[in-house]
Structures are given as C-alpha cells and as structure tokens.
C-alpha cells in the first residue's frame, strides 16, 4: 500500500483573499475555483504543494479558521523564498538553522495559519 500524497482542506472566510495570497505571495496557481458564480472552494498548487481552501457552507468546521500546529512545508532554496516575500508578509521566526538538520521560517497566510518553510541543511544550528 502505498499513500501518494496530502492536500489539507483549511477554512477561509474569504476566497479572494486567499487566492490572492497564495498566488501573488507564494507563487502558487490556481486549480479549481467553485462554483464559478459565487466561490466557496479553491485549489492551489505549486510544485507538489496542494492546499485546499473552502467556506464552510455546511457548519462543518471550527468558528473561525484555526490549526492547532502549522503546515510544514520542504523547500528547495529557503533563503530566496525568504527573500522573496519578506517585504510582503511579517516573518514568525527565522530563517535560522535549528539542531534537528533544518533551516526554517515561518509566517501566517491571511487565515492566520502558520507557514513553516524549511530545508535540509548540514550548517550548524544558530546560522
């Protein structure tokens, strides 16, 4: 048996602004915006990155979009996507190499969910 991948399915309460995020900030493409008329899902992609994002018409969800932990995301080249969008959003912490191997930082999307980018690296922790 063999899982081939994870797309999360988070809350937003504002499509557009969500998408906007994701693409202008992130560099993601839009998959799926449904229904056409008055969107309450989205798609977005980059790499093989998926996240899903949708109003919750059902009540099937928490009041107000949380995470109790944050989406951990492996990059190639953390530096110049830090680079990239650190005149955009406010930086939680990092970029710092951590002694587990790893060198991250985060951010929150507009949800207020947190964004860890990070990659494997052999420089020594505090660098």
Known sequence: MKLNGLTPSLKTTDIKTTVDFYVRVLGFTLDTLWPADNPTLCILDRD???LS???DTNGWYAQTPCLTGQL???VEDVMALHAKVA???TIEWGP???HYGRREFAIR???GYLL???ERTTD???S
Do not use: L, T
């Open 48 to 50: 093989g990155v998926h």
């Open 53 to 55: 994002f949708a109003i």
């Open 72 to 74: 951990w995301i492996d």
């Open 87 to 89: 005149g955009s959003v």
């Open 96 to 98: 710092e190499v951590y």
């Open 109 to 111: 999307d507009p949800n």
């Open 116 to 118: 860890a980018f990070s």
């Open 124 to 126: 020594r922790p505090g």
